[in-house]
């Protein structure tokens, strides 16, 4: 089949993006993929056999975006290119990343009646709630995820089916929605075995942290990812574990925030801001790592989804602390591949740090249980299946 995929950013990078991509191309199917360019990329290029499609783009129509369900300029914008593209590639499926260019693509397909498969990364509706611009004027204002909310259910009625990253988001999404159960599918996030086992270390980082207890952080640093809480329970723990560092591999605006904190409390010296790093280097960081954190403040996205990074800690062996955000809680205390602390609480995230750190057979314990249950059961090989199946019943 000639697949066609919608990304409303630019590619590479997106581990989900291309995993997917690559999974459906080793069935024998087409993939093309609609993307957006800001620079002098190229229009077409073929990267691990997906046919990118790139479209120019500019800072407006990216601000514009955000708007997508407030005015319809966004929309307007981007149905003929979806249209054109679709034509010109023939498309038999529509697999659409994300709901911010799905009205563009529904109205594009309205004449063509391609069947249409709406994959949602994230319950973005609840989740743009704690978006810094939504807290100020205008954002404030002029964006309501009560109608991202709305726009959500009324796509994933009209999708032939519709993928979701957990089973806490699908039973979320089937109480909101009138669709068979069957046509909502859960494909997780996780990661490729490429990720562990086709490695390449970097010896400056590896000689950078080697005398360190380095407790390690890989994503995006909003404030609601948690990171506060872990700056917090080093006032504490730098008594106690004199090698001790936080190191942070991501970024976010709000950067500033946490950067304050940690100035305030005198931690500079046992906290490494890293900011984004390429994701061949994220190997590096987790070896030389004693315990992967997902310290994620509890909400009704968080609670339902998983971060990526829990899967790339246990791929190389690590123990994990995790806040009580309820997908993750259940996933780690059933694997039994790490602690979890009540969220938002500096002194439980540091008695969980401190059990870890005293007892390094239970260390072990846990990190092996985490590899594991990666290599055995939960990497991209295993969890792709149900991606499959999919496209199978769409042929047939």
């Known amino acids: 089949m000639r697949i066609g995929m919608i990304l409303d950013y630019s590619f590479p990078p997106d581990p989900r993006v291309e995993n997917e991509a690559v999974a459906l191309i080793d069935q024998g199917h087409e993939v093309f993929l609609f993307s957006l360019k800001y620079s002098d990329e190229l229009e077409k290029e073929d990267i691990n056999g997906i046919k990118v499609c790139r ?42 990343h994300d709901i911010q260019i799905a009205e563009a693509v529904f109205k594009a397909n309205k004449s ?36 991202w909310k709305l726009k959500e259910e009324e ?8 993928v979701v990253v957990t089973s806490d988001s699908k039973n979320e999404l089937l109480s909101r929605i009138n669709k068979n159960e069957a046509d909502v599918c859960v494909i997780p ?3 490729r075995k490429s990720f562990y086992n086709e490695v390449e270390y970097s010896n400056e980082i590896l000689e950078n942290y080697k005398n360190d207890f380095v407790i390690l952080y890989i994503g995006d640093t909003g404030i609601r990812r948690g990171l506060l809480t872990a700056i917090d329970s080093l006032a504490s723990l730098k008594d106690k574990i004199s090698n001790i560092k936080l190191v942070i591999v991501g970024k976010n ?16 010296k046992y906290v490494d801001f890293q900011g984004w790093q390429n994701e061949r280097l994220f190997p590096s960081y987790i070896m030389v790592s004693s315990i992967g954190i997902s310290p994620l403040h509890r909400n009704l996205h968080h609670d339902t989804t998983y971060a990526n990074k829990i899967f790339q800690y246990m791929s190389f062996g690590k123990p994990l602390l995790v806040s009580d955000a309820i997908a993750q809680k259940k996933l780690v205390e059933r694997v039994n591949s ?5 969220e938002q609480n500096p002194k439980d995230f540091a008695d969980k740090i401190l059990q870890l ?14 590899e594991r249950f990666i290599k055995e059961e939960f990497n991209w090989d295993k969890t792709s299946e149900e991606l499959i199946k999919l496209y199978k019943d769409l042929e047939s």
Not at 155 to 162: G, I, L, P, Q, Y
Not at 338 to 342: C, M, P, R, T
């Open 55 to 96: 479209y120019k783009t500019n800072k407006l129509e990216y601000k514009l975006s955000a708007l997508a369900y407030t005015f319809p300029f966004y929309t307007w914008q981007m149905k003929p290119r979806i249209e054109r593209f679709l034509k010109e590639n023939t498309i038999e499926v529509i697999h659409i």
């Open 357 to 370: 750190y005293t007892d390094k057979n239970l260390q072990k314990e846990l990190g092996k249980n985490g």
């Open 189 to 191: 996030n996780t990661v």
């Open 253 to 268: 605006s709000t950067d500033v925030i946490l950067k304050q904190r940690v100035k305030e409390l005198k931690l500079e």
């Open 155 to 162: 796509f994933s009625d009209n999708a032939t089916k519709v």
């Open 112 to 147: 063509l009646n391609i069947p249409i498969v709406l994959d949602l990364h994230e319950n973005r509706s609840e989740i743009m709630q704690f978006y810094p611009h939504l807290q100020k004027f205008p954002g404030k204002q002029l964006i309501s995820p009560k109608k």
């Open 338 to 342: 790490g602690l979890v602390h009540e």
